[in-house]
């Protein structure tokens, strides 16, 4: 073709493609996204924009939600604040003149998904979250059902609960297969691909990963495919397959280009190829070639979060390569970054990097500095880990304790319809009575009779609900509830009579039980539980008292029992655990416990919580040191108010005495593979 001809067909190329999107509808080109995905988020909105059926104020309210909605959506994905605040603003406008509640779910998941990933404002994201739940029960589709299973995983994956993640996204997929939406398919592949591997399973992310990118090049979605190959050149390092990781990364840095919308993909691959040639012979030149590039687009973007990985590839490389002070000085600023971001996983990670580089330049006391910052680091996250755990279990008791309030309220409702049924046979009664003297006398017995069924019936029901309102349902062990009642009453009677015989406190804790769940499954891990309670009765007095105080920690309440004898009863607890495995569907289990234990009142005045407090720190110390074994504080100076203390550092000065009383040995058994 003449190069005349040329022109002027590309010309008219371009004079018909506008025309030929303009004629496509709003329903159409949504559609087309479920099954094919589209080339980029840029084209997506573009195309969105210029369908002929634009919903105006005018149009149905469902409509005009669905298209602004998907308008807010692409924009989240890419480059667009125009259009995001322009979807924003209209969503807004029509959940506060037209009360529609899909816009105000959309906005909801909008706002949950911008202030999520930063831990300072989290907790506001959290809230918006469980707003959009709400508004969901409200809405009933699967389309937002599937929208918020995906923010409740991404909620997991910030919250290092990939399993649960996992189960979220599974979840969402089946439902993206019965609504047809092979692109939200493609998308939640992806994302459990990335979660395995962030979960330390890489072959299974491989898996995932390819059938992803599989599905993504059969359907046409020509967008995703960068992300997927990244995640998989990710899961191919952490197998060591590293040539395959090289050619998954060189792949997706073709494909993404230079599209605005993929930058931050694009950052890291470039990053990761750069970490790629750290672990090669003389790869040193290639990771500052490809690290260069990956920073100077961040630095262009204004983006700090993203230059923090690339600089401290840069700094190994430099330091590598001889340029020792160019290189700790490179890691230094990494690390500056990483914490002005509170990214402490970073700032751990690239510290251990630059005790490594000072070492090997045997500039020791420079390492022993940096190593102090990675000890101090590694100490604020267990912590952390610990202040997680807690508040876990606070939300568990807070949820039981909605439970039995909506149970309380149930019982109230099904005594006042007895009471109204037994009434209404009364009035029925006197009714009879004036029409039917005669009958009077056997219908007045009938009467009665079934009065009398009832008020049995009645009184068994209430049995059981109080019964049911004062033990674990799961175990049968008392609940927190209870056990806190009972513990009041204890510590009131002792201020009665001063001189009276305190009790015995126990906290205990099952070991490395969130493994049990994770390997075996649920049901393997309550099955642990209700043997645990079995053993725990069969160890202890009749009189004792078995909590489960939240999770797999119990409280032991053992009334008349002094300090000195606790040893004796903390060692029987760990021997009635720890030495004969746990028969789980049909496989030997070897399960140990942790224990903190305390006598009350431990010094004058003392409250049972702030005694159940120094427990809690006796069992810290216990798990520190190694599990399967029990603390007993013998011995403590404190005020009465304490509740958390380092029981190490109070016996190093005189203040506390503690004895230390070690589990059995369990037997040895090879555990059997994991259900499913």
């Not at 009664?429 to 008020?455: D, T």
């Amino acid at each position: 073709m003449k190069p005349g001809i040329q022109r002027v067909a590309a010309l008219l190329l371009c004079m018909l493609s506008p025309l030929a999107m303009a004629q496509e509808r709003m329903d159409d080109v949504l559609g087309d996204f479920q099954a094919h995905g589209y080339p980029s988020v840029s084209a997506a909105i573009t195309r969105l924009q210029a369908v002929d059926d634009v919903p105006g104020r005018d149009a149905p309210l469902a409509r005009r939600a669905s298209y602004h909605g998907a308008l807010l959506e692409l924009s989240r994905l890419g480059q667009h604040p125009q259009v995001r605040r322009a979807s924003e603003v209209e969503l807004k406008r029509m959940a506060d003149e037209e009360n529609c509640v899909r816009c105000r779910f959309d906005l909801a998941l909008a706002a949950f998904y911008e202030g999520g990933a930063a831990k300072s404002s989290r907790a506001a994201a959290v809230a918006r979250l469980r707003e959009a739940e709400a508004l969901q029960r409200q809405l009933g589709s699967q389309e937002t059902m599937r929208k918020l299973l995906l923010a409740q995983a991404a909620l997991g994956k910030w919250q290092d609960d990939y399993n649960e993640a996992i189960l979220l996204l599974v979840r969402a997929s089946e439902l993206a297969k019965k609504d047809g939406d092979a692109a939200a398919q493609v998308e939640y592949l992806g994302g459990m691909a990335a979660l395995n591997a962030d979960r330390g399973d890489p072959k299974r992310a491989i898996d995932l990963s390819n059938e992803a990118f599989r599905m993504a090049e059969e359907i046409g979605y020509l967008a995703q495919r960068p992300t997927i190959l990244l995640d998989l050149g990710h899961a191919y390092s952490l197998t060591g397959q590293r040539p395959k990781q090289r050619a998954a990364l060189e792949k997706a840095l073709a494909l993404v280009g230079d599209d605005p919308d993929l930058l931050s993909d694009r950052i890291i691959i470039l990053n990761n190829l750069a970490d790629f040639w750290l672990s090669q012979p003389n790869g040193y030149p290639r990771t500052l070639e490809y690290a260069r590039k990956a920073l100077a687009l961040a630095r262009q973007a204004g983006r700090e979060r993203e230059s923090i990985a690339p600089l401290a590839n840069i700094g190994i490389a430099m330091a590598g390569l001889g340029q020792v002070d160019q290189g700790v000085a490179t890691l230094r600023e990494s690390i500056e970054l990483s914490k002005k971001g509170a990214i402490e996983v970073f700032t751990l990670g690239i510290t251990q990097e630059l005790v490594r580089v000072l070492r090997e330049a045997r500039r020791y006391e420079e390492a022993l500095d940096a190593l102090q910052t990675v000890t101090d680091l590694q100490e604020k996250r267990a912590m952390q880990a610990r202040e997680t755990a807690v508040l876990d279990l606070q939300e568990k008791y807070a949820a039981q304790r909605k439970s039995d309030e909506i149970e309380r309220l149930a019982a109230q409702n099904r005594l006042k319809q007895t009471q109204l049924e037994a009434e209404s046979w009364k009035q029925r009664l006197w009714l009879a009575l004036a029409g039917l003297l005669a009958l009077g006398g056997l219908m007045l017995w009938q009467s009665i009779r079934r009065a009398r069924k009832a008020n049995q019936a009645l009184a068994s029901a209430n049995q059981t609900l109080a019964l049911q309102s004062s033990t674990d349902a799961l175990t049968g062990a008392f609940n927190r509830r209870h056990t806190q009642a009972l513990l009041e009453r204890l510590q009131a009677q002792m201020a009665q009579v001063p001189q009276g015989q305190g009790f015995g406190l126990i906290l205990l804790d099952i070991d490395l039980f969130k493994r049990i769940n994770d390997t075996r499954g649920h049901a393997a891990g309550d099955a642990v539980l209700v043997e645990t309670v079995r053993r725990l009765r069969g160890a202890l007095r009749q009189n004792d008292v078995v909590a489960r105080w939240g999770g797999e920690e119990f409280v032991l309440v053992l009334p008349g029992t002094p300090t000195s004898v606790l040893p004796t009863v903390v060692g029987k607890v760990l021997v009635a655990l720890g030495s004969a495995p746990y028969e789980v569907d049909g496989q030997a289990m070897v399960v140990t416990a942790s224990m903190g234990a305390i006598g009350f009142p431990a010094v004058p005045g003392q409250t049972w919580s702030a005694a159940l407090g120094l427990a809690d720190s006796a069992l810290y110390l216990a798990k520190a040191s190694g599990r399967n074994q029990a603390v007993c504080i013998a011995r403590i100076d404190v005020e009465a108010t304490s509740s958390e203390v380092d029981l190490n550092l109070l016996q190093n000065s005189g203040k506390a005495e503690c004895l230390v009383i070690p589990g059995p040995s369990p037997a040895v058994v090879q555990p059997g593979p994991p259900p499913g």
